[in-house]
């Protein structure tokens, strides 16, 4: 493992009701968030291969573990998104070289397909910084009913020399959708945005 | 008589492998069941309210099982328990203390014969008000190594109207537990004291 961890976490959010009116079955979503030492915290690095690296193998690890926090198989998943805080001593595109060129593809592996790019976001912050993962459709962008973000924290971390990583991934769309849009059964899932 | 009317549960796992020291050779596992529920007397003053304490019990049992599995599904692997509330802003502190007697009965009666009393906290406080519910040994107050607390919340959560209620359960000691005092071993069990 090339990552090293100081903290998995997992949380499991499950809503069944809405201004008094059953979410009927209820809306269930995870995100699973590791906190790993920043290789490259408190100085500039120009290749960042390794951070890509740590980024793939989370990419595995933490699909898994939201997934099996949610109890369903990979391929029912309806959503999903991943972000990123760096603390104090690294710098945001510590947070894009994990992100983004390589955590994807073990992502969609767990998931069966995943056509639609996984929305994300990333941050500098200090330790209990919320951080706002964003969510939509793993295979057609522009589900309305499944844009989504999902809140985590977690009170000590990141530390000045780690990074909170997080993947969140949904069994469906927001409580109570009702802001039109293509729908999930409208899905043509060939080009990852309808 | 009131109907516990349950808008959003959230199970909360975390997993510390280290905190700058040796990595463990058990991690620590701490968990957190929240669920968001309609406060009954929010809005105005109710002399009466301590019936509510037994509607609150089949809740507790089903967020207390919750932690067990989300612990890895054996009760003996729960050494420290916590819990808390926060009461939205249309709630007074009272209502908070509702939670004593139905959350301490879950955990102990799901733990079997956990002995001490379980430590607890709570607020009135908006949606993403955070709560740091403090941690004890099951059997023994004054074990040190066990003293902990987990920071929890709900970003959405509670409303005006509603109650956050949390129960918290943990696996272990601080991951690098050592200053002294009682330890694990020498519970005597008999007060739930030492």
């Known amino acids: 493992?090339?990552?090293?961890?100081?903290?998995?976490?997992?949380?499991?959010?499950?809503?069944?009701?809405?201004?008094?009116?059953?979410?009927?079955?209820?809306?269930?979503?995870?995100?699973?968030?590791?906190?790993?030492?920043?290789?490259?915290?408190?100085?500039?690095?120009?290749?960042?291969?390794?951070?890509?690296?740590?980024?793939?193998?989370?990419?595995?690890?933490?699909?898994?573990?939201?997934?099996?926090?949610?109890?369903?198989?990979?391929?029912?998943?309806?959503?999903?998104?991943?972000?990123?805080?760096?603390?104090?001593?690294?710098?945001?595109?510590?947070?894009?070289?994990?992100l983004h060129p390589k955590l994807g593809t073990p992502v969609r592996k767990a998931l069966g397909k995943g056509a639609a790019l996984i929305p994300s976001s990333k941050k500098r912050g200090g330790p209990g910084v919320a951080l706002d993962i964003p969510l939509g459709h793993k295979d057609a962008a522009f589900v309305r009913s499944h844009f989504d973000g999902m809140e985590i924290r977690v009170n000590d971390a990141p530390r000045a020399n780690e990074i909170l990583v997080a993947i969140a991934v949904t069994d469906s769309g927001r409580p109570l959708a009702r802001v039109g849009g293509l729908t999930k059964d409208q899905i043509k899932g060939e080009d990852g945005l309808r | 008589m009131h109907d516990v009317l349950v808008r959003k549960r959230v199970v909360i796992v975390e997993e510390i492998f280290h905190e700058g020291g040796p990595l463990a050779t058990k991690p620590l596992r701490r968990a957190a069941a929240l669920v968001a529920i309609h406060?009954?007397?929010?809005?105005?003053?109710?002399?009466?309210?301590?019936?509510?304490?037994?509607?609150?019990?089949p809740l507790g049992l089903e967020m207390a099982k919750a932690l067990i599995a989300a612990l890895g599904g054996d009760?003996?692997?729960?050494?420290?328990?916590?819990?808390?509330?926060?009461?939205?802003?249309?709630?007074?502190?009272?209502?908070?203390?509702?939670?004593?007697?139905?959350?301490?009965?879950?955990?102990?009666?799901?733990?079997?014969?956990?002995?001490?009393?379980?430590?607890?906290?709570?607020?009135?406080?908006?949606?993403?008000?955070?709560?740091?519910?403090?941690?004890?040994?099951?059997?023994?107050s004054y074990v040190r190594s066990h003293f902990d607390a987990m920071e929890v919340g709900i970003a959405d959560a509670p409303k005006n109207d509603e109650i956050l209620l949390a129960l918290v359960m943990t696996t272990g000691a601080r991951v690098h537990a050592r200053v002294g005092g009682l330890k694990a071993a020498e519970i005597k069990g008999e007060d739930g004291l030492r």
């Open chain 1, 1 to 98: 493992m090339k990552a090293k961890i100081r903290k998995i976490l997992t949380f499991v959010e499950e809503t069944r009701t809405e201004m008094g009116k059953a979410v009927n079955p209820p809306t269930r979503r995870a995100a699973a968030a590791a906190v790993i030492e920043n290789p490259f915290a408190g100085r500039y690095v120009e290749d960042l291969a390794e951070l890509m690296g740590i980024g793939e193998e989370l990419g595995a690890l933490l699909t898994e573990r939201a997934v099996a926090a949610l109890g369903i198989p990979g391929a029912s998943a309806e959503s999903y998104g991943k972000a990123a805080a760096v603390g104090e001593n690294g710098e945001l595109e510590h947070a894009a070289a994990i």
């Open chain 2, 39 to 57: 406060n009954p007397f929010a809005g105005k003053y109710v002399p009466e309210i301590a019936g509510f304490m037994d509607d609150l019990n």
């Open chain 2, 75 to 140: 009760p003996r692997l729960i050494e420290g328990y916590g819990k808390g509330a926060i009461v939205g802003t249309a709630g007074e502190l009272e209502h908070g203390a509702l939670w004593h007697v139905p959350g301490g009965y879950a955990m102990r009666e799901i733990l079997g014969n956990a002995k001490a009393i379980v430590a607890s906290t709570k607020k009135v406080g908006g949606p993403g008000t955070r709560l740091d519910v403090p941690i004890t040994h099951i059997n023994a």
